[in-house]
């Protein structure tokens, strides 16, 4: 009967440690320039309202989506800073900021009332997997956007897509294909926009 005790109180034991134990590190990344150099505002500027952007399902929140064929996973033991979908819309505000053109966003409360909107729905924002799980992915970011006039109408509508093929098959080299195809889709996105939008 001692022995028996003894076993499960040793048994108690280990499944407390169990139980206990730290859960496996999570590596945090980001994506996106969000610290652009200072930049003079053009007293001509075009102001657009930059309405919230809207992201698939299960790419949006801090796991990194990837696809299989039909299969999607999360990036194992690594997770976004924040919302990917709020990471991008920094992203996205500063490469505005950046590039000088005559065309600015800003938030409603801040445009004027008769103001352009800019619409922005992504409808993909994941790692394939396009020549198995070894090799490395592809990022691919695509999206349709829409510049809608103080009537609702819309003035101009273009779908995106943009690639980046990851040099590697790790964590940081996937991050590195998000933060590169993200950079070409808000440059294409800006000069669009601001070619549209005037």
């Known amino acids: 009967m001692i022995r028996a005790l003894v076993a499960v109180t040793s048994l108690f034991a280990l ?109 993909s924002f994941e790692a394939r997997y396009l020549d198995g799980e070894d090799a490395p992915p592809t990022v691919v970011i695509a999206g349709r956007a829409r510049i809608i006039g103080p009537d609702r109408a819309v003035h101009a509508e273009r779908t995106f897509t943009v690639r980046q093929v990851a040099s590697a098959n790790r964590v940081s080299s996937v991050v590195d294909a998000f933060d590169a195809a993200t950079a070409d889709f808000n440059r294409e996105l800006v000069t669009w926009v601001d070619a549209s939008a005037r």
Request: proline letters at 8%.
């Open 15 to 123: 499944t407390g440690c169990a139980l206990l134990s730290s859960p496996d590190p999570v590596a945090m990344y980001r994506f996106g320039d969000l610290d652009p150099p200072p930049t003079s505002v053009r007293a001509d500027r075009t102001v657009v309202v930059l309405n919230p952007i809207s992201f698939p399902e299960g790419a949006g929140g801090d796991r990194i989506l990837t696809a299989t064929g039909g299969r999607v996973a999360y990036l194992a033991g690594a997770r976004w800073v924040g919302p990917s979908e709020q990471l991008y819309r920094s992203a996205l505000e500063a490469e505005f900021l950046r590039s000088g053109r005559a065309v600015s966003v800003s938030e409603r409360r801040e445009a004027p009332r008769n103001g352009l909107g800019l619409n922005l729905d992504i409808s």
